[in-house]
């Protein structure tokens, strides 16, 4: 029985040692990642506790939970009396304000078609000389967002168009085809990305520290990958969109986007990201994996007064020409207890990817690469005015788009 607490790296490690098969080689463990199917990594015991060659113990320097793991399996084993102790786990609830949950969950589907009006009817209609009259941009946004959203088929989603139409958030009801044409309308795509950060806007004043990650999403297409790795050998993978942006840690909100392809590297977009986060946040802390460890990155953070807290390499060293790189290397090495204490916000980006990827999908329906790119631009919008629902109700956050100010209490009334 275990009678101490555990904490989050015990925790998955007692999962670990419950659910995956942990191997002894001599004087080493072999244990499986969690997260990647078919990795493993090695554990030794030290005089100072568990070796492990995962990221975790390689930032961290401490036990992390393959570690724990091992632990748990050792406990497992049999005694020389023949008895065998079983760890079980523990239970850990968080609160939670059911009351305002259930208010927002109720009633999103109303509030988000509202916001999401009131957010794209600004947006102007160009002149038109001859032809036949196109729809109008805000309609063509209101559709493509709502289509995303709704996660159904195109055809199937024209009866939410048409309630839509009679609550006068669109002008008439688009052709399932035209809903189709505005996702692959490349002119739309830079419009998408200056929604994205509107609707970041009324969280300006909570938000100073910011996560910077990316993420992938699916595509029906396959493509032949060699890998070292994972075997070696050729295998057929699925392609994906990669969605690079900068995140609030503290609603999750999305303040910058940005897509590429999947061979783009993750480093050289935390720049563009951070600026433009910065021209509408007061932005005091970046937080990101080592994959953004560079100079350049480092220098664009400070630029901005900020402080950025992104692990070294095991590789990196601090006798550089860069004054700033000595720095921040020396700070990392020697306050790893403050460092990390702010760098765990990074999971909050990671909790992002998995709420959108639950709730809009982890794949992309378009097969072009336009139509590919501002359907995840769509996602993260969508994203951004469900946290801000949420916002309204969990902590009585106003929003206000247009002019329009939507309060805890006139949320209440719509409910």
């Not at 990647?36 to 939970?65: H, I, M």
């Not at 009396?81 to 949950?101: H, K, L, N, P």
């Not at 988000?112 to 794209?120: A, I, K, M, S, Y």
């Not at 392609?239 to 480093?267: M, P």
């Amino acid at each position: 029985m275990i009678t101490q607490a555990l904490d989050g790296r015990q925790m998955r490690g007692m999962e670990l040692a419950a659910t995956k098969r942990i191997v002894k080689a001599g004087t080493t463990w072999m244990v499986p990642s969690q997260t990647r199917s078919g990795s493993k990594y090695v554990v030794t015991r030290g005089a100072e506790g568990f070796r492990c060659t995962c990221p975790d113990y390689e930032l961290r320097g401490q036990t992390c939970k393959h570690g724990h793991a091992v632990t748990f399996f050792l406990s497992r084993e049999t005694a020389p009396d023949g008895t065998v102790t079983e760890t079980r786990a523990v239970r850990v609830s968080f609160g939670q304000d059911w009351r305002a949950y259930n208010s927002a969950q109720t009633c999103e589907k109303e509030e988000f078609c509202r916001l999401l009006h009131d957010l794209v009817s600004g947006i102007p209609q160009p002149d038109q000389k001859r032809g036949r009259p196109s729809l109008p941009v805000a309609d063509k946004l209101f559709a493509a967002a709502f289509k995303v959203y709704s996660t159904v088929s195109g055809r199937r989603f024209m009866s939410d168009m048409r309630h839509a139409a009679d609550l006068g958030y669109v002008s008439r009801v688009p052709h399932f085809n035209s809903v189709f044409n505005a996702i692959d309308d490349a002119t739309l795509t830079p419009v998408l990305q200056d929604l994205i950060v509107k609707s970041s806007l009324p969280l300006q004043a909570v938000e100073t520290t910011f996560a910077v990650d990316s993420t992938g999403f699916g595509t029906s297409v396959y493509y032949n990958h060699f890998t070292q790795k994972h075997g070696g050998g050729i295998q057929t993978w699925r392609d994906y969109v990669k969605l690079h942006c900068s995140i609030g840690v503290k609603t999750n909100v999305i303040t910058a986007a940005e897509i590429s392809d999947r061979d783009q590297h993750d480093s050289p977009m935390l720049p563009g990201l951070i600026k433009t986060t910065a021209e509408h946040f007061t932005v005091k802390q970046v937080v990101a994996d080592k994959g953004y460890t560079s100079r350049t990155n480092l220098q664009a953070i400070t630029m901005l007064n900020a402080t950025p807290y992104v692990p070294f390499k095991s590789v990196h060293v601090g006798n550089s020409d860069s004054p700033l790189w000595n720095r921040l290397f020396h700070f990392f090495h020697m306050n790893r207890a403050e460092f990390l204490a702010q760098y765990h916000q990074r999971s909050n980006a990671e909790s992002v990817f998995s709420a959108m990827k639950r709730k809009f999908s982890d794949r992309v329906r378009s097969k072009t690469a336009v139509a590919q790119t501002n359907e995840v631009l769509l996602k993260c919008l969508c994203h951004n005015l469900v946290v801000l629902i949420h916002e309204m109700h969990e902590t009585g956050a106003a929003v206000t788009f247009q002019g329009c100010t939507i309060n805890r209490a006139a949320a209440q009334e719509m409910a």
